[in-house]
Antibody
């Protein structure tokens, strides 16, 4: 069974940094791309970042480009999101999600339960 | 960037109703569209992919349709557990979600 479990969320002041993690199990992690998606309180879903299976290709939403860095450790079956220069508007639940499908970017068939990040002014 | 627009934002319905949610893309995305259901405090769950393919384990009362820029999600007979928020997502070029449709009890 595929399992994704996020951790590392918490409270941080604006301008600070936080690193959230996602531990994966139940599948061959290195063969899969991974994504981070976030959801601000009471708001919709926003795609944040992507990394390919080898960790050599990354994409970011414009709202986080230059501040967030995605990485992975295939030996530890984990993907990370380093968040720097945090803003109040980064307050959200952060989900990791596994994409599936060929011929496109892929839809998200597995999600973790999320980790909550609160940025205070 | 591809923008996704869902309608309506809120839908009031009763158990047994047939309901349809629409999603429009700002440019053609072929059939690269997914639908998700989200309940409060929970992660989204995949319902439909490639516009009309039902994810394993999802009840057959859910169906999807459309291609290009116009898509729809239909629930043929709404059940109590279907009251939730639904999101469309394009995955033709990176990923974009619609703003969501909350299906509430009338």
């Amino acid at each position: 069974e595929v399992q994704l479990v996020e951790s590392g969320g918490g409270w941080v002041q604006a301008g600070g940094s936080l690193r959230v993690s996602c531990a994966a199990s139940g599948f061959t992690f290195s063969s899969y791309e991974m994504n981070w998606v976030r959801q601000a309180p009471g708001k919709g879903l926003e795609w944040v970042s992507y990394i390919d299976g080898s960790g050599s290709t990354m994409y970011y939403a414009d709202s986080v480009k230059g501040r967030f860095t995605i990485s992975r450790d295939n030996a530890k079956n984990s993907v990370f999101l380093q968040m720097n220069s945090l803003r109040v508007e980064d307050t959200a639940v952060y989900y990791c999600a596994r994409p599936r499908g060929t011929g496109s970017s892929g839809f998200f068939d597995s999600w973790g339960p999320g980790t909550e990040v609160t940025v205070s002014s | 960037d591809i923008q996704m627009t869902q309608s309506p934002s809120t839908l009031s319905a009763s158990v047994g109703d047939r309901v349809t949610i629409t999603c429009r893309a700002s440019q053609s995305i072929s059939s690269w569209l997914a639908w998700y259901q989200q309940k409060p405090g929970k992660a989204p769950q995949l319902l439909i992919y490639k516009a009309s393919s039902l994810q394993s384990g999802v009840p057959s009362r859910f169906s999807g349709g459309g291609s290009g820029t116009e898509f729809s999600l239909t629930v043929s007979s709404l059940q109590p557990e279907d009251f939730a928020t639904y999101y469309c997502q394009q995955y033709s070029s990176l990923w974009t979600f619609g703003q969501g449709t909350k299906v509430e009890i009338k």
